[in-house]
């Protein structure tokens, strides 16, 4: 079983930035892609970034030039620099592993607060 542990949160002002790291303990095999998700208060779980262990990354429309995903293979880490930060980036953000039968892991989360 893998463990997701992360870092990184804390409370923020508008236009400031934070770095999310998530490491991954246990097997490295079978890792389809590594990336995270955010729930804003009182809102669904949403996307915000994934990158592929065969390369590429993705992004949510609303996070693109502000957020950057970077991967540390030897590490089994994770991280998502966030720039440009805004009130509705306030959420508790979740690391995700994805192993390529298809089962997933999930981090505890680590809140973000950015403030006006």
């Known amino acids: 079983q893998v463990q997701l542990v992360e870092s990184g949160g804390g409370l923020v002002q508008a236009g400031g930035s934070l770095r999310l790291s998530c490491k991954a303990s246990?097997?490295?095999?079978?890792?389809?892609?590594m990336g995270w998700y955010r729930q804003p208060p009182g809102k669904q779980r949403e996307f915000v970034a994934l990158?592929?262990?065969?390369?590429?990354?993705n992004y949510a429309d609303s996070v693109k030039g502000r957020f950057t995903i970077s991967r540390d293979l030897a590490e089994n880490t994770v991280y998502l620099q966030m720039n440009s930060l805004k009130p509705e980036d306030t959420a508790v953000y979740y690391c995700?592993?994805?192993?390529?039968?298809?089962?997933?892991?999930w981090g505890q989360g680590t809140q973000v607060t950015v403030s006006s």
């Open positions: 995700r592993l994805l192993r390529t039968d298809s089962s997933s892991s």
């Open positions: 246990g097997s490295a095999f079978g890792i389809a892609f």
């Open positions: 990158a592929r262990s065969g390369g590429g990354v």
